[in-house]
């Protein structure tokens, strides 16, 4: 007959969503569930809220699957983005300290961890891995405050005891580096850098 | 039109691509962006990073059980109908569950606090149709009449059918009968029970025996008041459980059922 459902394409499958199939709508959930709890449960800390969170972000994925967009990303990461913007709210709801320092110590322990370790991961994410382990500790931990904590940058000057400009120039330079290594790991060999792009275009 | 120059957008590029900025600064920063190409993709590049950070974060398996209540959520199975009459009086097969595998606390989901030697035949019984009927609609694809007869046999206590669901008592230690567990041998395999203990608000963890001794964790639930239902897949093989037990969160057993 066909292809089995859990063997469908991701793209497939969340396009399969809208014609109101059960069994793609439990394969769907099956095959996202864990990087959506993972994102929801890292930022709040919390699983009942997490579960919450990722029930949400599968019934906005649901709703809105019409508006995913391929070239923006892949399933996973559209997903990951939902849960991540919906957990954030709640997490400012609830919190004026967006983050356990035990916890930021122990998601950055396992995001700076050596790409060995993550034989299956996809090329791009060790890449991204591998260049956040090479920043200085404390810009790494800005940007996987901002970035996955969603921390503001007075709230990082804040939990860092460091001035706003500081906090602010740690998340920049952490970014713009990782940036470059993603840029040189997507494009085409010959193409122009983004730091030359930057001296030649419109600066 | 707007005064941002493309230095200064470049300063706040990477807060905008993370979504740190306020409104203010947002909204400057994306007028300059409708009339700058460059800057645009400065910004989307930024964007991707952020993306990309996510996706280092480790995947978490979600608490037993979520599966299915995100499909009730979309819809996927009956909604719990709403009880307008008192639970004794409805019929024994109704038109949904609570949910399948929620803990007893959802709003959704509480069902009125029920007096035990006349409620829980009935109440046990309509919850396992329609944890029956539930898997039927989207699991199973199919709901079929031994289904029902099952759950009709569960109603007037004692074994249900014995190619599909087990039934036994759930007993504390000083031999009262404190709810009833049900244990689903279809594919996939359920557990559902229904507490009713010492009246404690408590976590409570539910295990199952197998053949041989092994204890198997399948997940945990609260008690309210002493009260709870719950369910969920079972991820052994169900020809191999032999009993199933509720443990408090010190690790003592509050009461056991063997099938």
């Known amino acids: ?63 809105h699957a019409q508006v995913y967009d391929s070239r923006r990303g892949s399933v996973r990461t559209w997903l990951s983005t939902i849960a991540h913007n919906l957990a954030i709210d709640v997490a400012r709801a609830r919190r004026p300290t967006p983050v356990d320092p035990g916890d930021l110590d122990a998601l950055l322990g396992v995001v700076l961890d050596t790409p060995e370790r993550h034989t299956m991961a996809r090329e791009s994410a060790a890449e991204l891995r591998a260049e956040l382990a090479q920043l200085p ?8 405050m901002a970035g996955i904590y969603g921390m503001t940058a ?6 860092e005891q460091i001035p706003l400009g500081t906090a602010k120039t740690r998340i920049r330079m952490a970014m713009g580096k990782l940036r470059v290594a993603l840029w040189h790991l997507q494009r085409p060999a010959g193409s122009t850098p983004p ?7 419109h600066d | ?40 993709e400065r910004v989307r590049e930024l964007a991707a990073v952020g993306d990309g950070l996510l996706g280092l974060v480790p995947g978490v398996e979600p608490p037993v059980g979520f599966e299915d209540r995100v499909m009730d959520r979309l819809g996927f199975t009956p909604r719990p109908a709403q009880p307008t009459q008192p639970i004794e009086q409805r019929p024994p097969a109704p038109a949904g569950p609570p949910t399948r595998s929620t803990g ?43 289904v029902t007869g099952a759950a009709s046999q569960a109603a007037g206590g004692g074994r249900a059918d014995d190619d599909q669901l087990a039934s036994a008592d759930l007993m504390s230690g000083d031999h009262q009968q404190v709810g009833e567990v049900f244990s689903y041998e279809g594919n996939p395999a359920w557990v559902y029970m229904v507490v009713e203990l010492n009246g404690k608000t ?6 199952l025996e197998q053949r041989g ?18 369910g969920a897949s079972s991820p052994i093989d169900p020809n191999t459980v032999v009993g199933a037990r509720i443990v408090g969160a010190d690790g003592t057993v509050l009461a056991t059922a063997n099938f």
């Open chain 1, 1 to 63: 007959m066909g292809i089995p459902v859990d063997r469908l394409p991701d793209e497939t499958l969340l396009a399969g969503l809208a014609t109101g199939d059960a069994e793609i709508a439990v394969a769907f959930v099956r095959r996202f569930q864990r990087p959506v709890f993972g994102v929801a449960v890292a930022v709040l800390g919390d699983t009942r809220l997490a579960e919450d969170v990722a029930q949400q972000t599968f019934e906005r994925a649901w709703r």
């Open chain 1, 137 to 144: 500790r404390e810009q790494a931990r800005a940007v996987v």
């Open chain 1, 154 to 159: 007075k709230q990082i000057a804040e939990f």
């Open chain 1, 195 to 201: 730091a030359a792009r930057k001296r030649a275009d």
């Open chain 2, 1 to 40: 039109m707007t005064d941002l120059t493309c230095a200064a957008l470049h300063d706040m590029a990477a807060e905008l691509a993370l979504g740190m900025l306020s409104g203010h600064e947002r909204a400057e920063a994306l007028a300059h962006l409708a009339t700058c190409p460059d800057c645009r």
């Open chain 2, 104 to 146: 007893s606390t959802g709003p959704e989901n509480r069902r009125p606090r029920p007096r035990r030697r006349t409620w829980v035949p009935i109440a046990v019984a309509a919850a396992v149709a329609a944890v029956v009927f539930g898997m039927g609609g989207w699991a199973l694809g199919t709901a079929s009449q031994p």
């Open chain 2, 202 to 207: 408590q976590e409570v963890y539910c295990q």
């Open chain 2, 213 to 230: 001794g092994t204890v198997v964790p399948i997940g945990s639930f609260t008690l309210t008041k002493g009260y709870g239902h719950w």
